[in-house]
């Protein structure tokens, strides 16, 4: 998963702690056993000692090899034997006087080779997380709060149906969305007036989507150009800022238009928009601008990239906030 640096730095901060602090653990247990039985400890020593014996006793003249290693071995079964009757008549697990690693899968490295290990996804999972809560709260979003009784149930003569029931193809194209969520799935452009669930969705689909342990970056149009302003003109290290924006399984642009559009956001926004489509990796895009503006405001290659590359859901209805504003005043 290509989780951004900030996230990857965080989550392999938060496993060397828990390394640090199961090596603590590990060590606290231990002495306490050996405290209470010193004869352990005393036994311990000695079977570490083994290899040592081995080499000294093949340099020793007074008994051959064999002789050597017999005896040695001799030695470390009778203190084996006392090791394990110490431990049964104390009730001690043998894996108690383990020095365990944090994962026993890489050794709390959170690597197995060039591939990143479950414990080290977990953690990206989880860091991921509270970046998208950080990001207008789109981590705490889910599908369970996107209430389709708030869309009109009469049918509207422009549509030829009701908005709730074209709302209610949007909410379960959505939720399969999330289901079915791979590097390669749809890019999706979510259009319709403001107030009509277009930031709840996206960010029903971001948190569901970052559950599943995909890499999700999910910004407001006015930071994202922000960002691209900021490294271009203020000499940044390249790509420091926007690189998250390419490299990212799942980038969700939210509010698009409500920005200053300059020549430089409409260049940033093609090398977004293109260059994900190019590598294959899925977008989505909300926006309050209905498809006529999007060339006038943006370019022709944007707007066909949009409209013709994307999958486009149209929101529609009544203004959701000023409904829920209203019922909470009653």
Same mark, same amino acid.
Request: glycine share 8%; proline share 2%.
């Given at each position: 998963?290509?989780?951004?640096?900030?996230?990857?730095?965080?989550?392999?901060?938060?496993?060397?702690?828990?390394?640090?602090q199961n090596e603590l653990d590990c060590e606290r247990r231990i002495a306490a056993i050996y405290e209470k039985l010193p004869r352990l400890a005393e036994i311990d020593r000695e079977l570490r000692r083994t290899s040592a014996k081995v080499y000294a006793a093949a340099f020793r003249g007074s008994e051959s090899p064999e002789q050597a290693m017999q005896k040695l071995k001799?030695?470390?079964l009778s203190l084996?034997?006392?090791?394990?009757?110490?431990?049964? @008549?104390?009730?001690?697990?043998?894996? +108690?006087? %383990?020095?365990?690693?944090?994962?026993?899968?890489?050794? $709390?490295?959170g690597w197995r080779g060039a591939a990143m290990c479950e414990c080290l996804q977990e953690l990206c999972r989880q860091e991921q997380k509270k970046a998208l809560l950080h990001s207008f709260g789109?981590?705490?979003?889910?599908?369970?709060?996107?209430r389709l009784d708030v869309y009109p149930e009469r049918i509207d003569p422009k549509l030829g149906v009701s908005p709730r029931a074209v709302m209610k193809r949007v909410y379960e194209s959505a939720v399969s969305?999330?289901?079915?969520?791979?590097?390669?799935?749809?890019?999706?452009?979510?259009?319709?007036?403001?107030?009509l669930g277009k930031t709840l969705l996206s960010g029903c689909i971001a948190r569901a989507v970052a559950d599943r342990g995909y890499s999700v970056c999910y910004? @407001?149009?006015?930071?994202?150009?922000? +960002?691209? %302003?900021t490294e271009k003109?203020?000499?940044?290290?390249? $790509?420091?800022?926007?690189?998250?924006?390419l490299q990212t399984d799942l980038l969700i642009?939210?509010?698009?238009?409500?920005?200053?559009?300059t020549q430089f956001t409409v260049s940033a926004l093609y090398q977004i928009v293109n260059g994900r489509l190019l590598s294959g990796k899925p977008t989505i895009v909300s926006t309050n601008l209905p498809d006529t503006e999007l060339e006038a405001r943006y370019s022709a290659q944007i707007a066909s990239r949009l409209l013709g590359a994307y999958t486009l859901y149209q929101f529609c209805g009544t203004d959701v906030r000023l409904l829920r504003k209203m019922e909470n005043k009653i």
């Open positions: 998963m290509a989780y951004s640096k900030e996230v990857l730095h965080r989550a392999e901060a938060r496993l060397e702690q828990a390394r640090r001799e030695e470390n084996q034997r006392e090791r394990d009757w110490i431990l049964e @008549s104390e009730n001690i697990d043998p894996e +108690d006087l %383990e020095r365990e690693p944090v994962c026993r899968l890489c050794g $709390g490295s789109a981590g705490k979003e889910s599908f369970d709060k996107f969305y999330t289901k079915t969520f791979s590097t390669s799935s749809d890019s999706l452009l979510f259009m319709g007036a403001t107030g910004v @407001s149009a006015g930071k994202l150009f922000s +960002d691209f %302003e003109f203020r000499l940044k290290e390249d $790509g420091a800022l926007t690189g998250e924006y642009i939210d509010d698009l238009g409500t920005e200053m559009t």
